[in-house]
């Protein structure tokens, strides 16, 4: 198929970071590290924290006295997240599989996982990973999208649907891990505190199409043998030619250990 179907599969760190700075991402990102309530002088972990983008806002919440934690298994996003940090003296940098927390136990008073469970192995022992590095009273922040709910508006609904289909059964480890977050967490044995949802609306076609993957997923789908090649062109040129709208819906869930 032709390259040009749709943006190119970005480079992973430059997607986190242009996705953090969105008006979606600083939106639902200030309201979990609101609802975390970090303080002075505490541990906080960032759990799979890619190239840093919330270490610095953790660095300053927790002050001299305190310690970010930030894990990631990523060498590239690890040194994007260390030159973020480099003068930030609270923030350590530590490279591991978020399965097994480089941390000790009972020695984190703060924690945040944000869409990264959709994506690993096993979400249940990531938690239960994250349950023995908290200590008693430690609160938790957890957020991941429900691909399941993502709509994009165009004529052919019977495409939209089958290209929502194909991201949540296919493109995505754990699509639906949104709407599961608190009960993995209560059977990890945190309490629930909050839970919210929100939902991001994209009214750009070019942003939709480099945060959601709407060409090189659809593109992905045709290769599959999913959706006819004709059928998902049709609909992918429709969607610039038109008004444009997508959503999905982003779960965030607060907790205490």
Not at 22 to 33: D, F, H, T, V
Not at 86 to 94: D, G, H, K, N, T
Not at 122 to 134: G, I, K, N, R
Not at 204 to 216: E, I, N, P, S, V
Request: net charge negative; with cysteine; glycine share 8%.
């Amino acid at each position: 198929m032709s390259t040009t179907f749709g943006s190119p599969r970005p480079d992973a760190a430059a997607y986190m970071m242009r996705a953090a700075a969105s008006a979606a991402g600083r939106s639902y990102k200030q309201e979990l590290i609101q609802l975390l309530d970090v303080q002075l002088g505490q541990t906080a972990l960032d759990v799979g924290c890619g190239p840093g983008t919330d270490l610095p806002t953790l660095a300053e919440r927790v002050g001299v006295s305190g310690t970010v934690i930030g894990v990631d298994r990523d060498p590239v996003m690890l040194a994007e997240a260390r030159r973020r940090t480099s003068e930030l003296p609270a923030v350590q940098i530590r490279e591991a599989d978020v399965h097994a927390l480089p941390v000790e136990p009972g020695t984190v008073d703060r924690a945040k996982i944000d869409r990264v469970l959709m994506h690993v192995n096993d979400p249940a022992a990531v938690l239960e990973q994250l349950h023995l590095a908290t200590r008693p009273g430690a609160r938790i922040g957890l957020a991941e999208p429900d691909w399941d709910t993502l709509v994009v508006d165009a004529e052919d609904l019977d495409t939209s649907r089958a290209f929502t289909r194909y991201t949540a059964s296919e493109v995505v480890r754990h699509a639906t891990i949104g709407r599961s977050l608190a009960r993995y967490a209560q059977q990890a044995g945190f309490t629930i505190e909050t839970v919210r949802a929100t939902t991001p609306v994209f009214l750009d076609f070019q942003d939709a199409d480099h945060t959601l993957g709407l060409g090189r997923n659809m593109q992905q789908a045709v290769q599959d043998g999913y959706i006819a090649e004709v059928r998902g062109r049709r609909w992918f040129t429709s969607l610039f030619e038109k008004p444009f709208f997508a959503s999905f819906t982003l779960v965030t869930v607060i907790c205490s250990r």
